[in-house]
Structure formats: C-alpha cells, structure tokens
Nanobody
Framework: QAQLVESGGGSVQAGGSLRLSCAASGSSYGTNCMGWFRQAPGKAREGVATLYTPRGWTSYTDSVKGRFTISQDNAKNTLYLQMNSLEPEDTAMYYC???????????????WGQGTQVTVSS
C-alpha cells in the first residue's frame, strides 16, 4: 500500500507562490497516476491536477491553468505542485493522491495523504 505525505503548505498573500511536495513510500506498484486535490471549508473536494507518470501527461482544472504546475522527481519519489499567482479562492486543504485507474480529475483515487493547509490572504 502506498503512503503519501504532503508538505509545503502555509500562509501567503495574494499573488504569492508556494510549492507543495508529496513524498511517496511503500508499495506503489501499478499506481500510474498521481494527483492533487483540495477542499475548502463547506465545499466539496475538487480535483486540481493530475499527472500520468509513465508519460508525464498532465491535466488541470480550469481555475488553476496557467498558474499551477504538477511535476514529479522520480529519483526522490516525490510529486510537486508549484502554485503561482495565488488567490484567496485557492485557500483549502490540499491532498496528494494516487490511483491505478484512469488518470482523470474525475476518477476515484485509491491512496490519499493527510493533507497540507494553504491559506491565501487578500
């Protein structure tokens, strides 16, 4: 079973940047898709970005396109989410996830981290 641990969250002013990291360990055999999700208080969880790891293909939800970048460092077994031009609407708990299924923001993901909080002030 894969274990995922997020870090890098924090508080930042609007227009600032943060880089989230997700360290993967344990058995990740067959998990060819990694993703970042977020959930704001009182709102449903939202898919932010996915990465099909064998090919490096990425997808993003419309609200973060051009501002966020998902990437991986295979040598470090680490997934990243570079977040630029942050807006107060980006405030949420951010989760890293992995799945063996189709790599899509709408797919069910099998493994989840504990989350890291991102707060953007105006």
């Amino acid at each position: 079973q894969a274990q995922l641990v997020e870090s890098g969250g924090g508080s930042v002013q609007a227009g600032g940047s943060l880089r989230l990291s997700c360290a993967a360990s344990g058995s990740s055999y067959g998990t060819n898709c990694m993703g970042w999700f977020r959930q704001a208080p009182g709102k449903a969880r939202e898919g932010v970005a996915t990465l099909y790891t064998p090919r490096g293909w990425t997808s993003y939800t419309d609200s973060v396109k051009g501002r966020f970048t998902i990437s991986q460092d295979n040598a470090k077994n680490t997934l990243y989410l570079q977040m630029n031009s942050l807006e107060p609407e980006d405030t949420a708990m951010y989760y890293c996830a992995a799945t063996r299924r189709a790599c899509s923001l709408s797919s069910p993901f099998d493994y989840w981290g504990q989350g890291t909080q991102v707060t953007v002030s105006s």
